[in-house]
């Protein structure tokens, strides 16, 4: 899951997200980012 998907799963506000990287390195691993849901229709890390 990233913020993309955060976005589409009905957050729509600027702010912080656990979120599940799809990369080798973090596949188990859930990551905290800040996710912009605001600029050029939103869902940016």
């Known amino acids: 899951m ?3 998907e955060v ?3 009905g ?3 600027n702010g912080v997200y656990t979120i ?4 080798r390195i973090f596949e188990k ?3 905290r980012v ?3 849901m605001k600029t050029l229709g939103g ?3």
């Open 11 to 13: 957050q729509k506000t």
């Open 2 to 4: 990233d913020c993309e």
């Open 34 to 36: 800040y996710c912009d």
């Open 20 to 23: 599940w990287p799809r990369s």
């Open 43 to 45: 869902g940016w890390t």
């Open 29 to 31: 691993e859930s990551v």
């Open 7 to 9: 976005l589409k799963n």
